[in-house]
């Protein structure tokens, strides 16, 4: 095991800890890739001879200094590649450390009973076709001939995927700076089935969103949704906006199109997160022009609910489908 895939819990508002939670993994290794808001992947290759410790325990030594420090509690994933990491990250509970051995034969046991949606870039289309033939787990998967999976999702799709699920993890970490984004994450209580709560949900995170880049006086030019599901497999979509925008309005509508393109049918969603990307200062952004009275209405109406949030809190004022 080499590489660490770790999740900080942070609180939606608090994302601007996370460079100073990068530094701490710095303090073990320069390879460091943010994966905001709130996680990280470290290549720990070289630091266990340095520091005279095993992977397992640099990840321990990572987590009490979170806590003694910074007063955050994390999850780690550990593996042998990126993609071990991160999927053992999904199966660690907050406050533990998952851990992947080297090997092949580790990481097929590791693979062999998740469902195949657990895998990186098996989005809800795929991995229903995968279930029809049967090929519902990633060891299933695994042990199927390549020829029959490049037939179900295409030839170089099909051996990417029949790759992955033996294990074979071709990823490497790309140390970056923490990109500039804000978050809103919607939990349910229960996982849920109801297509209008989540949309309700992402109605709620976009006027969050939106809320907080006009009170930051930035503008986004790109939205992420990743959705969790009950069992423990995501699926993420981005979407490049056609102009940068912190109009509430705007950032619901490109949410519902990113829900709408995962095609969910029955799917229990455990969480919905919304994130802002390619955040620029307000003042630098074009805006096209439009001559739409009722567009500039609702923009004039929404300076005034955020200077009543200001006032009087962020549940002042908001949609009546989230106040019913």
Known sequence: MTILCVRFQLAPMYEAALPGLLGLLEEFTPVVEALPPDGALADLRGAGRYFGRDTAELATVIRVRALAHHGVDCAIGAGPGPMLARMALREAAPGTIRLVPEGRTAAAEFLAGLPVGALPRVGAVTARTLCEYGLDTVGKVAGAPLSTVQRLVGARAGRELHEKANGVDRGRVVPNGVSRSLVAERPFTRDELDPDRHRRALLSA???????????????????????????SSTTRSRTLAEPTAHSAAL?????????????????????????????????????????????????????????RARFGPRAVMPGTLAA
């Open 252 to 308: 619901t509508t490109e949410a519902y199109r990113l829900y709408e393109a995962l095609g969910l049918q029955r799917a229990r969603v455990r969480a919905l997160v919304l994130r802002a990307e390619g955040l620029t200062p307000a003042e630098q952004a074009s805006r096209q022009l439009t001559f739409d009275p009722v567009d500039d209405k609702v923009r004039r109406i929404e300076e005034v609910a955020d200077r009543a």
């Open 206 to 232: 976009a006027e969050e969103l939106g809320s907080r880049l006009r009170n930051v006086g930035r503008v986004c030019g790109a939205l992420t949704l990743t959705t969790r599901y009950a069992d423990r």
